[in-house]
């Protein structure tokens, strides 16, 4: 059943290394059901992200994760595409501000799995990560730690977005799980 478990898990971690500003703007390890604040869109297709504990990949960060499942909606179900949105948090002041996950990315041709950024509350957003070549594995995941300071700074009304598409393709893994 593992090798035919084909799922899409994102867990954010936003932190700040100011001292002014201990709390993290955003810490988010999920729980089974949309956090508060957050959006979960439908682009295109028949399903949004969900949330679960199970199964769990890697131990060092808990078992709670958001999950686009591409692979239960079946080769015939294409295109589809979803996003996964924070709610708007203020950066003023901070001195430094990263997004943290771990994954695990199985790639397909023409499957993406964007991270993006927006200042100005989800007028414009910008690609700060795409994921489309294959990284990490179940045991040992491919952490990312991307120093997003330059772009925050001092902005206001700042949103992080999760958006994957199949390219109309039968689609393949991506785990995504904060670390703690």
Known sequence: MKNKLIKIILIVLLFTSSAIFGQSPINEHFST???LGWS???I????????????NFSSTSGSEYAVFNDFILGAGVTPNKAKLETYSFDCTGRTSVHLRFAQYWEAVE??????ELSTDGGGTWAEILTDSITA???ATPDFKDIDITAQC???TD???RFR???GNVFGKYWYRRALK
């Not at 295109?44 to 199964?55: K, V």
């Not at 023409?110 to 991270?115: A, E, F, L, N, R």
């Open 33 to 35: 059901t949309l956090p």
């Open 40 to 42: 979960n869109t439908i």
């Open 44 to 55: 295109q297709g028949g399903t949004d992200w969900t949330f679960s504990s199970s199964p």
């Open 110 to 115: 023409d499957t993406y799995g964007y991270v």
């Open 136 to 138: 990490g594995s179940l």
């Open 153 to 155: 700074l001092n902005k």
């Open 158 to 160: 700042v949103k992080i």
């Open 164 to 166: 994957y598409t199949d």
